[in-house]
């Protein structure tokens, strides 16, 4: 079991930024790739970026340049950074982990944090 809660979503101005912060709690499972997912109002859920265990990162074309997705093996987080924020940034933001145990590999979802973006 492997359980990630979101924080750091709030209300921020165009152009602001803001930086989300997800942390995962297991006791047997191991953490893999972790990512960051969105999901605006009337829109399905959406890729943002995601971080391998070994650091290799890729981002949605609509964030790239603006974001940076990074993580802290040792705590278990893993961080967006969001630079330049756009009003159609603005969704709840989900953290993504992928957990296995020997060959059991399975998805969990945080429950996400709202990011507003407006003036």
């Known amino acids: 079991q492997v359980q990630l809660v979101e924080s750091g979503g709030g209300l921020v101005q165009p152009g602001g930024s803001l930086r989300l912060s997800c942390a995962a709690s297991?006791?047997?499972?191991?953490?893999?790739?972790m990512g960051w997912y969105r999901q605006g109002p009337g829109k399905e859920r959406e890729f943002v970026a995601v971080?391998?265990?070994?650091?290799?990162?890729n981002y949605a074309v609509t964030v790239k340049g603006r974001f940076t997705i990074s993580r802290d093996i040792a705590k278990n987080t893993v961080y967006l950074q969001m630079n330049s924020l756009k009003p159609e940034d603005t969704a709840v933001y989900y953290c993504?982990?992928?957990?296995?145990?020997?060959?059991?590999?399975?998805?969990?979802w945080g429950q996400g944090t709202q990011v507003t973006v407006s003036s």
């Open positions: 971080i391998t265990s070994g650091g290799s990162t």
């Open positions: 993504n982990a992928e957990g296995s145990l020997g060959f059991d590999y399975r998805h969990y």
């Open positions: 297991t006791n047997r499972f191991s953490i893999n790739t």
